[in-house]
Antibody, heavy 118, light 107 residues
Framework: QAQLQESGPGLVKPSETLSLTCTVSGASIRGYYWSWIRQPPGKGLEWIGYMHDSGASNYNPSLKSRVTLSVDTSKNQFSLKLSSVTAADTAVYYC????????????WGQGTTVTVSS | EIVMTQSPATLSVSPGERATLSCRASQSVSSNLAWYQQKPGQAPRLFISGASTRATGIPARFSGSGSATEFTLTITSLQSEDFAVYYCQQYSYWPLTFGGGTKVEIK
């Protein structure tokens, strides 16, 4: 059974780059689509983008210019980089696996809180 | 972008009663609709996809219905563990979008 664990700095300064990693255990990262989803404090969910180990990717247009996703099959990890962050990027960041055959998310990490502040 | 609107924002229900949650899409998403449950401090959990197919391990008291722009999540005989926030998500169009959530609270 796949388990996901996010990791990365909990505090990022404005204008800097947020970097998070999601480590997949209990399953191979190959053959699936992996997403990042975020949730600002007290608010709803926002899909950031997804990536496949084949290189296929898709991004939320609202964030596309600032987002880089990557997959490292040797480490069974995938990563998020979000550049030029502001306070509006403060959120709990989740990594999640896409359901095979549709674009719902059946496995989620526990989430990691990232605060943007000087 | 498809806008997902959930109503009501908060639903107060007594244990054992029935809860009906609504989700409306700004344009047709066919049956490409998922429901998630989220409890405080936890990640969302997939409950239903394809508008009506329960995920593995989800009790039969949860049922989803609807298509196109109108969807419903029904919880019959609410149990204590069902009090949570529920989100709908469309996956018919990019970007994938979520509703604002319905909080089901104890009356």
């Amino acid at each position: 059974q796949a388990q996901l664990q996010e990791s990365g700095p909990g505090l990022v300064k404005p204008s800097e780059t947020l970097s998070l990693t999601c480590t997949v255990s209990g399953a191979s990262i190959r053959g699936y689509y992996w997403s990042w989803i975020r949730q600002p404090p007290g608010k709803g969910l926002e899909w950031i983008g997804y990536m496949h180990d084949s290189g296929a990717s898709n991004y939320n247009p609202s964030l596309k210019s600032r987002v880089t996703l990557s997959v490292d099959t040797s480490k069974n990890q995938f990563s998020l980089k979000l550049s030029s962050v502001t306070a509006a990027d403060t959120a709990v960041y989740y990594c999640a696996r896409r359901v095979t055959g549709n674009d719902a998310f059946d496995v989620w990490g526990q989430g990691t809180t990232v605060t943007v502040s000087s | 972008e498809i806008v997902m609107t959930q109503s009501p924002a908060t639903l107060s229900v007594s244990p054992g009663e029935r809860a009906t949650l609504s989700c409306r899409a700004s344009q047709s998403v066919s049956s490409n609709l998922a429901w998630y449950q989220q409890k405080p401090g936890q990640a969302p959990r997939l409950f239903i996809s394809g508008a009506s197919t329960r995920a593995t391990g989800i009790p039969a008291r949860f049922s989803g219905s609807g298509s196109a722009t109108e969807f419903t999540l029904t919880i019959t005989s609410l149990q204590s563990e069902d009090f949570a926030v529920y989100y709908c998500q469309q996956y018919s169009y990019w970007p994938l979008t979520f509703g604002g959530g319905t909080k089901v609270e104890i009356k």
